[in-house]
């Protein structure tokens, strides 16, 4: 497109003052809107470019669209050769791109930011409209903490990458979104596209990091999260299914986090949109979550951003896209202290009250003694009735039975074994399977069927190695989502063929016990027959396993 100038006027109206980013394809200004004095934003590009007219139709149809998460659609319209879009200009804010260029943010500023944007990308796509080119630079936080989206439907369909369906759509905006949550826990970007800013994710033999492993003090249900969405291809798959997912986070910025404080916060949930207000925090714990305003950068240029614009926050302003509200009425007036210190009399009457429940419940006590003397010395005592610790199944097998006492035994290592196929069943991420955190997982491979028998496969495993040949007889299994059938087997060999069976979990899921034997042996194999269901496939997840003498 041809470079437009400043001082550029379009529709009689709107006067460009500032660029703020040049494309091959088009142009963003700061603009001033003379009939309502007030300043915008301005999207200029051909107006014979090959996706325009579909950009022009995105941004009349999102300018429908109500939400506070989402920045306003004002006007679209074309000029000789240029189609333009209006937009409401966001002062104060920063770009999640150039909060992430300082350092990972707050895990739970993290949940935060992205929770909030993924409120309003669920609205839109309530609404046939979906991002589809969403990064760091299209989320903006205001001093406030008020989370805002830009570009909703526009550079995807600038770029033409809007031809997708609904469901791919939404899928493709909640992976961007997972995309984002990575770069703020870590300050690097793990998108497929190079994001100007943010270095790339690390991997260790082409498998994505997990933030957990990159920074500290980020919560397992994000890891478990990034796992989920940007590794295994799985987990929520539209925005508010992610929202979901993510809630409950604080209502204002969380500046820093501390374990037992986060999990507190998150508890306090509070209606309305997904959000909680965080729980009340010790000021003298040097660790808390502080939640509230703190000095924010100026506003944003996400390409050419300094670190030196970071200055002391005036008092915060609320974007102007946020619905106003009138002050609230003045409390009610106090009750009037009518009521002085109580005279003598009225001392003197509650003592005597006082007094006399004392001696009431002195009598009660004796009247007790007395009858425990008279039954010969023993009080009545209930007969123990036997308690059973069971497992947390839908259905189980016989072999699957109560917990029983035992000594925990060492698991030196996990490994796949897939006889059957290529010998590699998501082997990166067996050790999630024996890190002793349940809510990160070793899946199997999606397969369109739960017996596996469309390939000839008719199993898999994971097999574990113990400490040496030990005594076993009792592995505790955590399956994740639906029921599953796993086969148990223990022995000095790592063949299934050479194993003895100790038992089987029978279609069951949660925390399970599977006990027999004991057997003796270095190996256990957990060997799934049958695969849980999970959205339109099948594949097994196992959160923890723990092996028992």
Not at 212 to 233: A, M, N, W, Y
Request: glycine letters at 10%.
């Amino acid at each position: 497109m041809r470079e437009v100038q400043g001082g550029s006027v379009f529709a009689d109206r709107y006067t460009t003052t500032t660029l703020l980013r040049r494309a091959d394809d088009h142009e963003l200004w700061l603009a001033h809107d003379a009939t309502l004095d007030r300043e915008v934003t301005i999207t200029l590009f051909d107006a014979d470019g090959p996706g325009s007219a579909a950009a022009v139709d995105s941004a009349r149809r999102a300018s429908a669209v109500e939400d506070p998460h989402l920045v306003r659609v004002l006007d679209v319209g074309t000029q000789e050769d240029l189609a333009f879009i209006v937009s409401e200009a966001l002062h104060r804010t920063d770009s999640l791109a150039a909060l992430a260029q300082l350092g990972p943010l707050p895990a739970e500023e993290a949940r935060r930011i992205i929770g909030e944007a993924a409120i309003g990308l669920g609205t839109a796509a309530g609404r046939g409209l979906h991002h589809l080119a969403l990064t760091p630079h299209s989320i903006e936080r205001s001093r406030s903490g008020a989370v805002s989206v830009r570009g909703l439907a526009i550079e995807s369909a600038l770029a033409g990458t809007d031809d997708l369906d609904a469901d791919a759509a939404s899928r493709a905006d909640t992976v961007a979104l997972v995309h984002c949550l990575y770069a703020a826990l870590t300050g690097q970007w793990s998108g497929p596209e190079a994001v100007a800013g943010l270095p790339d994710a690390q991997t260790v033999n082409g498998v994505l990091q997990l933030p957990g492993k990159v920074t500290r003090g980020v919560p397992s249900d994000l890891d478990g999260l990034v796992e989920q969405v940007l590794i295994e291809d799985a987990g929520p798959a539209t925005p508010t299914a992610l929202a979901h997912q993510l809630s409950p986070w604080s209502s204002e910025i969380v500046h820093s986090v501390s374990g037992d404080q986060a999990a507190r916060a998150r508890t306090a949930a509070v209606s309305g949109s997904g959000a909680a207000v965080a729980a009340p925090i010790d000021p003298t714990d040097p660790d808390a979550t502080m939640v509230g305003r703190r000095p924010e950068l100026e506003q944003d240029d996400t390409h050419t951003f300094d670190a030196s614009t970071l200055r002391v926050a005036q008092a915060p302003e609320p974007p102007k896209h946020q619905e106003e509200y009138a002050d609230l009425e003045p409390p009610a007036p106090l009750i009037p202290d009518v009521y002085g210190d109580p005279d003598r009399a009225t001392s003197r009457l509650a003592l005597v009250i006082v007094g006399g429940l004392v001696v009431i419940a002195m009598i009660l006590g004796l009247l007790g003694l007395r009858s425990f003397f008279d039954r010969g010395g023993s009080a009545a005592t209930p007969s123990p009735s036997a308690t059973t610790t069971t497992s947390a199944s839908k259905s189980s097998s016989p072999t699957t039975s109560a917990a029983v006492t035992g000594k925990l035994l060492t698991i030196e290592g996990a490994t796949s074994y897939d006889p059957d196929g290529d010998g590699n069943e998501n082997n990166q991420l067996t050790y999630r399977a024996i890190d002793g955190n349940k809510y990160t997982s070793w899946s199997t491979h999606p397969y369109k069927l739960e017996t596996f028998t469309e390939n000839g496969k008719h199993a898999v495993g994971l097999l574990l190695t113990l400490d040496g040949s030990q005594s076993v007889s009792r592995v505790d299994i955590n399956v994740l989502g639906n029921p599953t059938t796993i086969q148990v087997y223990v022995s000095d060999g790592k063949s299934r063929d050479a194993q003895d069976l100790l038992g089987t979990l029978n279609n069951g899921s949660g925390q399970q016990s599977v006990t027999g034997g004991p057997l003796t042996g270095k190996y256990v194999l957990l060997w799934i027959t049958k695969l849980s269901a999970y959205n339109d496939v099948f594949r097994t997840r196992i959160g923890d396993v723990k092996v028992y003498s």
